[in-house]
RNA sequence: CGGGGCGUAGCUCAGCUUGGUUAGAGCGUCGCGUUUGGGACGCGAAGGCCGCACGUUCGAAUCGUGUCGCCCCGACCA
């Protein structure tokens, strides 16, 4: 099977803004981020790329902490009868979800899902652990893997299986649940626009969008290059709807017996997938500073006779090691242009070389993989004594440098209308995320979609009183980016 | 699941229309030598039952059917 797998699966990196899909599977797959695996829509996440998902991990852990938080875990396997009990939440997840019906030789009485999110297993547990106002707020994260058997995939963006993060909370009142959802969409647009340097929109989903069994469900969409745009995070105020089909019921102060509110939220490895088309270009992929694996590579000129370089750059890649940064010497025995190259694909923020003339200079030369080849700001020379500084502050530089590109990318892209024609046409191009007062109507969206093939991605409150919907002509409630997306 | 494309060496592909010795190229790999500041050069070598199965045929990479997988576009979804 491995074989058939191989064929044809890895092809030379087209241009980017030829054929943005093209561009992002072959990129995912040549800079070894993932491989595909025997099982058909699935992705082996190699080192490369765990080193891309420990660093989302590692950021996002911070603030889960921060606003108190704690990781736990719950079991892969949800039996069908605890699934079924939220109504919406079954009917919604019912088309993608893996049953397990057999343990070893024997023929299972109760069929088992494979967790296509937890809320339901979650949901069990919080009914047995709340009794009392005092056990509330529960505030409760696990990283773990998911299932979803999706029909076509694509790596990251969808898998069959995937990675991510899933908080679960649970609170004494309406108003504390809805803060603790909106705390946690501002923590992800944080994430997404301060360390994935993703620019996004964000707000409430419309109720076709909503999360299955959700009361509110909240989003941030990132737009990729070609004009669609990416739901990367997702918030859900699921009000009482879970509490009451699990049973998570506590005493109040007031003496009364009431049923919890609960939340949940997550981010997937999905996010990684729009880090990488959002700042990848011709030449590979190009990963902001924050979340890189390697923030710099160091790569040794190596001359007949004069192999100087190499301990000089062992040497230099020991103390920047030590002074906390990412790094790595690549010291194979290989043409420079060809490491180049091959770092530049990898989207190694920075490139230190070094050889016998930066040996004789006790200096070497530090390269930004962000700006292009020609660029004059590309690369400098940087005495030894000051690299660690220089290199601090062009991380910093590179980190801000590819927000603000993609910023504006996304302020560009980013259109008002408040003609019929316009939007349509906006939207059926792809031009963009289109920004419209909008009745919120679940008709006037479907019709909007069947038009254009473009959805509402976020609605935020409407300033202006008395307008009408651009799609339809009713009254407008609220205000809409509207756009294509993944 | 629907429409389109593809599957031949590690990679990118040619060959297929019109079936015919031993299936090709470039790159990569391996060996030796010269090289090394943006994908080096010379010489030599290895590497493929043409995705898989069945069929048509004297003969199949080439034609037919099926199947698996990959890519793109829809539908569905995070």
Redesign the pocket.
């Known amino acids: 099977?491995s074989?058939?797998?191989?064929?044809?699966?890895?092809?030379?990196i087209p241009p980017k803004t030829a054929?943005?899909?093209?561009w992002?599977?072959?990129a995912c797959l040549k800079a070894e981020l993932v491989s595909?695996s025997p099982v058909?829509?699935c992705v082996v996440l190699r080192p490369y790329g765990f080193g891309l998902w420990e660093n989302l991990q590692k950021h996002l852990d911070e603030r889960f902490k921060a606003t108190g938080h704690e990781n736990a875990y719950f079991p892969l396997l949800i039996p069908e009868s605890l699934l079924i009990r939220e109504a919406e939440h079954v009917e919604?997840f019912a088309?993608?979800v893996a049953w397990v019906t057999q343990g070893g030789s024997e023929e299972l009485t109760e069929r088992l899902a494979v967790r296509p999110t937890s809320e339901a297993i979650i949901g069990t547990m919080y009914a047995q652990w709340v009794e009392s106002y005092r056990d509330l707020p529960i505030l409760i994260n696990q990283w773990a893997n998911?299932v979803?058997w999706?029909?076509?995939?694509?790596?990251?963006?969808?898998?069959?299986?995937?990675l991510?993060q899933e908080g679960h909370t649970a609170h004494a009142s309406a108003d504390e649940a809805r803060e603790e959802t909106l705390k946690i969409l501002e923590l992800y647009r944080d994430f997404a626009e301060n360390v994935a340097a993703v620019p996004v929109y964000y707000g409430r989903k419309s109720s076709?969008?909503r999360?299955?069994g959700a009361v509110e469900t909240f989003?941030i969409e990132a737009l990729m290059p070609?004009g669609k745009a990416?739901?990367s995070g997702?918030s859900h105020d699921l009000g009482q709807n879970f509490a009451k089909a699990y049973g998570i019921k506590f005493v109040d102060v007031d003496q009364t017996i009431k049923h919890a509110y609960t939340t949940s939220w997550?981010v997937?490895?999905?996010m990684l997938g729009g880090l990488i088309m959002v700042h990848g270009d011709d030449?590979g992929l190009r990963i902001p500073p924050k979340m890189a694996p390697l923030e710099a590579v160091l790569v040794p000129?190596?001359?007949?006779n004069d192999d100087r370089?190499i301990d000089a750059c062992v040497q230099l890649g020991n103390e920047l090691r030590e002074a906390g940064f990412r790094v790595r010497v690549d010291a194979r025995?290989?043409?420079?242009?060809?490491?180049?190259?091959?770092w530049?694909?990898r989207g190694v923020p920075v490139?230190i070389?070094?050889?016998?003339?930066?040996?004789?200079a006790q200096a070497?030369?530090l390269?930004r993989r962000d700006r292009g080849?020609g660029d004059p700001g590309?690369?400098q020379?940087v005495a030894y004594a000051q690299i660690p500084g220089v290199l601090h502050a062009l991380l910093d530089d590179i980190q801000r440098s590819l927000f603000a590109e993609a910023k504006s990318f996304l302020d560009a892209h980013t259109f008002t209308t408040s003609d019929r024609d316009e939007f349509v046409e906006l939207c059926r191009t792809?031009a963009g995320m289109v920004d419209i007062a909008w009745c919120e109507r679940p008709q006037c969206e479907a019709q909007v979609?069947a038009e254009t093939?473009a959805t509402s991605r976020v609605l935020r409150p409407l300033g202006e009183t008395g307008l009408t919907c651009v799609a339809c002509g009713e009254p407008a409630k609220t205000k809409a980016y509207f756009a294509?997306?993944?």
């Open positions: 099977m074989e058939t797998l191989a064929a044809g699966a890895v092809k030379e054929d943005l899909s093209a992002y599977t072959a595909y058909r829509g919604g088309p993608e998911v979803r999706e029909k076509a995939t694509r790596p990251f963006l969808r898998t069959m299986e995937f991510w076709s969008e999360f299955p989003s070609d990416l739901q997702t997550g997937s490895w999905r030449r000129i190596v001359r007949s370089a025995d290989a043409q420079p242009g060809w490491k180049y190259s091959e530049d694909l490139r070389e070094l050889g016998p003339r930066d040996v004789d070497a030369v390269a080849k590309q690369r020379s792809r979609k093939t294509q997306s993944y």
